[in-house]
């Protein structure tokens, strides 16, 4: 009984769209600020749509940084021997 309900609510991803769907096909128009609950349909279909491609970029980004600054961790230290937090510059 349980089993058959969560595998009727299944989650998965759309598809990845391609990159120059995702990055060049983007179509701006100033009408759309005008009505906000059109500019607001527009932002909540393209969220949907592209969701996949955000989640990537989001995850490539988080490892870019990461990469970037892997070392900061060995830059400032926690030194708790007298009971104390203290930060120290290594």
């Known amino acids: 009984m349980i089993s058959d309900t969560l595998s009727k609510m299944a989650v998965a991803l ?3 769209r391609s990159l120059r ?3 060049t ?3 701006f128009s100033s009408s759309t600020f005008n009505n906000m609950d059109r500019m607001n349909n527009r932002i909540i ?10 989640i990537l ?5 988080f490892l870019l940084v990461g990469y970037v600054y892997q070392d900061l961790h060995r830059v400032w ?9 203290e930060f ?3």
């Open 25 to 27: 096909d983007a179509q």
């Open 45 to 54: 279909k393209n969220l949907i749509y592209y969701q996949s491609n955000y």
């Open 14 to 16: 759309p598809p990845m």
């Open 88 to 90: 120290v510059y290594h």
């Open 57 to 61: 970029t989001v995850i490539v980004i």
């Open 21 to 23: 769907d995702f990055l």
């Open 77 to 85: 230290v926690c030194n708790m021997d007298d009971g104390e937090f």
